[in-house]
């Protein structure tokens, strides 16, 4: 009977915030709502393009170059008299796509050995650490840099090479958060009382780094959607005619100077996207 | 001064392990540029003096350790495209990289945080929440399309600055050290604010106001020197990510700089140079979170008590 009110106590205290939504409960914020809906209306978008779309993203139609926002072309079409608006609908789930791929990528394996080495400490977390904090120091757009020039551009390259180089990222952080937990009385208790590691890392450390994680993770795809968007505008993304809001960029550069809708709308686009994706990350570590 | 000695004695290794690294990848490259310039007719002399330069003939490690021995001799190789030195061409493109950073980096320190001191004052009220949002906001924009906003409103609209390229004087660096400081000022100034509140909150704070020390004087000497310990440590941070952003910004304004010749070369398949550059990028940002180490330490005395145990 004792021992079950102590498991009891144990799993209502160690697992607060997976169950329950990691924002106040009395309220869903405002500004969670408003990040919520813009991040649904994004996604939706992303997903029904090809069916909400006016135009083909690829129709090049020579007669209707460069004409600024009309009712016809709400944002205007391009140099070749491609529809605007429907390269941005279509350019939305490659661009969405490369940067939930890459903070997947990123975030696993950093979770993991993060885990690892803050509950574990010792050997395997010095020498991992080290070399975290040297992965650290190569940028990730050098990475990428390294990796077409050897394996060629393309998507997949791109999504490695920013994945990889920001591992370290989450590694050093849920490390710093495990450490805390570890350090607090109830995981103590625990293993005095005989919790083996893998319970204890399930049962008590994982729920209780969940909602900075999921901070973390969020903000990471916000930072990755920017990063990219910058290098698929030098021309490292995606070869064209992908509708990448990067390439929609590069290519609207040479005409922007007469032409304000070509690299306004885009880059407005990624601008919103970031910004509602931030705020979804950031009402969740406010919200702790 | 341990940690000082520790951190100095594992900086060659990690540039060695970097160098490898990078080594290792670009000899995956299949058929790099070398060979697309010597065409088929070629005679075999050619082909054997590139084979000599490269190595081709010996093991992998042989070929690291012979790269390795060139470079302390100064000898980076030679470009595959071009058939120029990598160490000029680096040499060359050093200075503008430096000069905008160094510019971003100060402006970025000055606005970001005069406007995070001002936020941190007035904390909680509607100054405080406009300033939150706008940063915010700026923190969202990618950094050049801010770039390219900036060239068309005072490079092209206004003439007041050049659009791209270099040139005599200083005016062909101002719009990209703005563009990158932009993308700076933002994690900045939060970082600022919330570093200048937290310390404000500290006990010592309050004894220099009970003692009766002007507003002013408090800040100046007891509240900023001791929010400075992380801003430092996150502008050493955020080198890194401002190797990427110069990168793109050096491409986007056609600056003969050290990132758009690393894209250049990788676009090109040109490993010599790319491995040159990449390597000089990445003991630039280990020299700058060494330094930025070292400063922590000296900066907090509480650290440097800490950090001998």
Known sequence: MASRILASQRRVESIPQLLLPPFPTRGFSLRLKIAAVMLLIIGAVAVTAPWIAPYDPSAISPSDRL??????????????????????????????????????????????????????????????????????????VLVALVMIAALGRSVVVLVLALGISSIPTFYRMVRAETMRVAAEPFVEAAVSLGACHRAVLMRHIIPNIAPSLLALVTISVGRMLLATSALSFIGLGAPPPSPEWGSLLAEGRAHMEQNWWLIWFPGATIAVTTFAIYLFGNSFRDSR | ??????????????????????????????????????????????????????????????????????????????????????????????????????????????????????????????????????????????????????????????????????????????????????????????????????????????????????????????????????????????????????????VLFSLPGLGGLAVQAALDRDPMLLQGAVLLIATLTLCILLIVDIAVLLLDPRIRRESEY
């Open chain 1, 67 to 140: 004409l600024p926002p009309n009712l016809d072309h709400l944002f205007g079409t391009d140099m070749f008299g491609r529809d605007l608006f429907s390269r941005v609908l279509y350019g939305a789930s490659p661009t969405l796509q490369v940067a939930l791929g890459a903070v997947i990528i990123g975030a696993l394996p950093g979770l993991a050995l993060g885990m690892i080495a803050g509950s574990k400490r010792g050997v395997f977390d010095q020498v991992v650490t080290q070399i975290a904090d040297a992965w650290n120091a190569l940028p990730g």
């Open chain 2, 1 to 250: 001064m341990k940690y000082i000695c520790r951190r100095l004695l594992l900086f060659v290794p990690t540039l060695l392990v970097l160098s490898f690294l990078v080594f290792v990848m670009l000899e995956m490259t299949p058929g790099s540029a070398a060979s697309a310039v010597l065409d088929d007719a070629s005679s075999g002399t050619a082909a054997a003096a590139l084979c000599a330069q490269t190595r081709c003939d010996q093991p992998l490690l042989a070929r690291y350790a012979g790269y390795l021995t060139d470079i302390v001799r100064g000898d980076f190789g030679v470009s595959a495209r071009t058939g120029r030195d990598v160490g000029a061409e680096l040499i060359l493109r050093l200075p503008h990289t430096l000069i905008i950073s160094a510019a971003a980096i100060l402006v970025a320190l000055l606005i970001g945080g005069f406007i995070g001191v001002i936020a941190a004052v007035n904390c909680g009220t509607k100054l405080d929440t406009a300033i939150t949002v706008i940063t915010s906001i700026g923190a969202s924009m990618p950094t050049f399309w801010v770039a390219m906003l900036l060239v068309s409103l005072f490079a092209v609209r206004l003439h007041w600055l050049p659009v791209f390229g270099m040139g005599e004087g200083f005016s062909h660096y101002v719009l990209p050290a703005a563009a990158v400081a932009l993308a700076l000022i933002p994690g900045l100034t939060v970082l600022v604010r919330s570093s200048v509140i937290e310390v404000k909150q500290q006990a010592f704070i309050s004894t220099a106001y009970g003692k009766g020390l002007a507003s002013g004087h408090v800040y100046k000497r007891h509240v900023l020197p001791a929010a400075a310990v992380p801003i430092v440590t996150y502008v050493g941070m955020q080198s890194v990510h401002l190797i990427g952003t110069l990168v793109t910004i050096e």
